[in-house]
């Protein structure tokens, strides 16, 4: 079963590893690990997503989601997306930059790094929003309940994650940008470029925000009115298709999925400027964690065990954090990569074992109310 679902994902992964050694020798073969390994514990909360709403949908969107879906929202913002926005900031058109980073390495460094600032300032406060919106909301299980608790409390408070990003990025700008590179012993002054990045990071989290929640809405209503004309219609003794009944209610869903996966791929696809601006390892280790995305949403699909780990999406998002800390720190400061693609991994195993300890608590729980339970019933007799 493993094999099945997971055989692409391993092939992709060696020749993906082979490459970056012929490319780069062994440090490329580090890095490339590095990006598959964050790619994929930032990716978890994606397929778990994914295939909570996967697993409601027909058989044939299923299949459409898997396949065009995956191409569209996956390998598109994981592969295309890393030139966009590097041609953006450097003011380059997206041929021109794929050509440099291929053809002048040195050169096309030098653009990548005078416009860092720019785009660790847009990608921080975006992993920045995610982060904040996940640690203010009230949910029922809590990973680090003496640090949730009151987190949850002040999240009450309209607007707090805004406000909170807005003042970390007021600080980013007046301390690590003033100083954030030297031209030729000349400091710059890069406090305007962070602090319009950052609301553009900013402005992008609200929209992909919006329409996620506009496509969720549209989504329960369709839901809803298509099961009250499937009553009228058997009521009328007529009985309607299931096809048709899936269909608009699929079709949004489909939707709602291709906006969700696309704002999840974008932390990684930042996540990854904190590690590396080699387009081309950056290609191969996203390419590497895009396989399994896609592999680890059939998994939880086909085995139904999307509650075994419930800790998991906690670390996925205090990895987003540190994420997006470190590349506010990064616009002045440089920071190991083995550092950066460490803690999101420390991060992610912390929150696993955590959640195999409580399903082994739960599970000794359980076993100790049957064995009262069988004594109670034979004392009774």
Request: include cysteine; charge should be negative.
């Amino acid at each position: 079963m493993v094999l099945k679902t997971f055989g692409w994902s391993f092939a992709v992964t060696a020749l993906g590893l082979v490459a970056a050694v012929l490319y780069g020798g062994w440090a490329a073969f580090g890095l490339v690990a590095i990006l598959s390994v964050l790619e994929i514990s930032l990716s978890f909360d994606n397929a778990v997503v994914n295939a909570g709403i996967l697993k409601k949908m027909s058989a044939f969107w299923q299949k459409i989601f898997l396949t065009i879906g995956i191409l569209i929202a996956v390998f598109g913002m994981r592969l295309v997306f890393p030139v966009v926005i590097v041609a953006l900031s450097a003011q380059l058109g997206p041929i021109e930059a794929v050509d440099l980073a291929l053809t002048d390495k040195d050169r096309y460094q030098e653009l990548v790094t005078d416009a860092h600032p720019a785009i660790a300032a847009f990608g921080g406060m975006f992993l920045l929003m995610i982060f904040l919106d996940f640690i203010f909301e009230d949910r029922d299980i809590k990973w680090l309940g003496w640090l949730e608790r009151p987190l949850a409390k002040l999240g009450k408070v309209d607007m707090l994650s805004v406000c909170i990003a807005l003042i970390i990025l007021l600080i980013s700008a007046l301390t690590f940008a003033t100083h954030a590179h030297q031209h030729g012993g000349t400091h710059v002054d890069k406090a305007e470029t962070v602090l319009l990045a950052g609301i553009g990071g900013l402005i992008t989290y609200m929209i992909v925000g919006g329409l996620s929640g506009y496509f969720e809405d549209k989504l329960e209503e369709e839901e809803e009115r298509e099961h009250e004309q499937e009553e009228e219609a058997v009521r009328a003794g007529k009985p309607r298709s299931a096809v048709v009944v899936a269909g608009k209610a699929a079709f949004f869903m489909f939707l709602y999925l291709e906006v969700l996966d696309a704002s999840f791929s974008f932390d990684g696809v930042i996540g990854a400027f904190a590690i590396t601006n080699d387009i081309v390892l950056m290609a191969l280790g996203l390419g590497i964690g895009a396989m399994y995305v896609r592999s680890l949403t059939v998994y939880l699909v086909r085995e139904g065990t999307l509650d075994d780990y419930v800790y998991l999406e906690h670390g996925a998002h205090y990895a987003i954090g540190a994420l997006a800390m470190i590349l506010l720190v990064t616009i002045r400061y440089e920071i190991n990569e083995f550092i950066t693609g460490s803690v999101g991994v420390i991060l992610i195993a912390w929150s696993f074992w955590s959640s195999v300890r409580r399903n082994r608590a739960l599970a000794a729980a359980e076993g100790k109310a049957g064995s009262g339970d069988k004594t109670e019933v034979s004392s009774g007799v």
